[in-house]
Structure formats: C-alpha cells, structure tokens
C-alpha cells in the first residue's frame, strides 16, 4: 500500500500537473472508488482550476476554487498518471481530468480501494475518518504526545505505530524502517518504552521519511517494490538477506496480520 512518501510524491507530482490549468472535462465510471456519489458528482469538476492539495498522511484533500474538494486515498493500488488528451487512456481507469494545456491526468486503480469523494471543501473536512487522523510526522513529530500516547499502549510498537490515530501516513514499510533506525524491536509493548527510545524513535521515522522521498523523487509516475521497483529499504521485504548493519539475516514475523521485518541483534527484545 503507498505510504505517506508515496502519497507525497503524488501530491507534488497532481500539484505540478494540474495547477494553473482549467479542467475542461472530468470523467469517472460508476465504481466503488467512488463510494455511494454518483459519476455526474466528479463531473461537476468541469471549469475548475486547482489552488492547492493539501495532504494528511495518506489522503490528499484538492481545493479547488469556489470552496470546491475532492478527497484521494490511494487505496493499494491507487496511483495519478498523466498523457496527453489523444494517447490511449490507461487500463483500470477510475477518473480523468482533462486539462486546458492539451493533458489529461487518470486515476487508476486495479483492485478499487481507493477513494474518490468530491464536496466542499469544509464539508470533506468533517469526515469520520479525516478527522480521526493523528499528525502528520513529516513537518514534525511532537515526541511529548508520542511518548505518551504509547506508553499507554500494551500493542506492540509495531502495532500501535500502524494505528493513523497515532500518526497518521506510517505504514507496514516505513514503521519497520523506522524501529530498525532506532534499534527498537518490533514486539516490544508500548508500555515499556524509555524517554530516550522515544526520542531516538522520532529521529528515525523522520530520517526513514526523508530518505524515502529522496529515492522516489522522480518525474516518473511512482512505483512501488511491489510493482517490481528497486529495493533501497533497510530491513523491509529483506528476510534472510543480510542486515545492512551487522549482517546477521533479516528475521520476518507476522504481526496484526501483516508481515514485519527486522534484525535481531540490532533490536532485540531487551537490552
């Protein structure tokens, strides 16, 4: 599933295409992406022009002008792409907005998890789930509130870091990354946690953040290791390979169903 790096490499790549540029057309076939709105809902689009996204985690909020919003989530396999308006749309279209310069941008999504909700932009604002998001980590994280937050937490690290109440946009990928940069053993309960562990934790999810958008930027739309896109991650998806660090093998357990990965000497259950 895209993360906050990915999320945030989409909303640079959305903002740089649509802003400045009238929406011409807006289309998008009857599907669950859609949720219960209808597809004349996203036509209503037409005539807009872009003034900002704003992103929370993974969801990325389009104002457009007149108050006017639209809610992305990427889902699994949600992903904007742009062409030019005569090229051959892409497959598992779920939207396009064509565009005053001669582009058209798609939202494709072959499994349909993703979202695609249009209404003011205050209204979108109020949504259960919108609201219910903790921080955003990358402008910063509040290591007072986070301490705090999982030290009333008997979940794993792990666990509790997945929770978007805590902070929102961290995903299996980059709350492994983060507990192996901060010698943090996944199975670990919250509750256990030191003062200065919690510090050292903020330090590497900041540091797995900012090391992943430096590897994505790119032009190119985003592809995940999933896709088949090169592996540049610490301990992630690298079971039984040698840790990076100390070359001990990469251990793969499952937690809350998902899998985790991380090293056993350089965090091990106790110190």
């Not at 349909?112 to 980590?137: C, H, N, T, V, Y």
């Not at 509790?160 to 990354?177: C, K």
């Not at 003062?195 to 090391?211: F, H, K, Q, W, Y």
């Not at 992943?212 to 079971?239: C, H, K, M, Q, W």
Request: charged fraction near 30%.
């Amino acid at each position: 599933m895209p993360e906050l790096p990915e999320v945030e490499i989409a909303r640079r790549q959305l903002e740089s295409w649509l802003s400045g540029r009238r929406i011409v057309s807006a289309r998008a076939p009857k599907t669950r992406v859609l949720r219960s709105q209808r597809p004349q809902r996203f036509a209503e689009l037409k005539g807009r022009r872009l003034q900002e996204i704003e992103r929370v985690g993974k969801w990325m909020l389009l104002k457009f002008d007149g108050g006017e919003g639209l809610i992305s989530h990427l889902g699994m396999t949600g992903k904007w792409v742009r062409r030019g308006r005569d090229e051959p749309a892409t497959a598992y279209l779920r939207g396009t907005l064509e565009l005053s310069d001669g582009h058209a941008v798609d939202y494709r999504d072959p499994r349909l998890f993703g979202l695609l909700l249009r209404g003011k932009i205050e209204q979108l604002r109020q949504l259960p789930s919108f609201r219910a998001l903790g921080p955003d980590p990358l402008p910063g994280i509040d290591a007072d509130r986070l301490h705090a937050v999982l030290k009333t937490t008997r979940r794993s690290l792990k666990e509790a870091l997945m929770d978007q109440r805590v902070l929102a946009g961290l995903g299996n990928i980059y709350v492994s990354e983060a507990l192996h940069r901060a010698e943090l053993n996944p199975q670990r309960r919250g509750t256990s946690l030191k003062r200065a562990e919690t510090d050292r934790l903020v330090e590497a999810i900041g540091d797995s953040l900012r090391n992943a958008l430096s590897e994505e930027e790119s032009d190119e739309p985003i592809t995940y290791v999933e896709e088949g896109g090169e592996n540049f991650f610490l301990v992630y998806d690298r079971a039984e390979k040698p840790c990076k660090t100390c070359r001990t093998p990469i251990k793969r357990i499952v937690q809350g169903g998902r899998s985790t990965y991380f090293c056993p000497r350089c965090q091990p259950r106790r110190r």
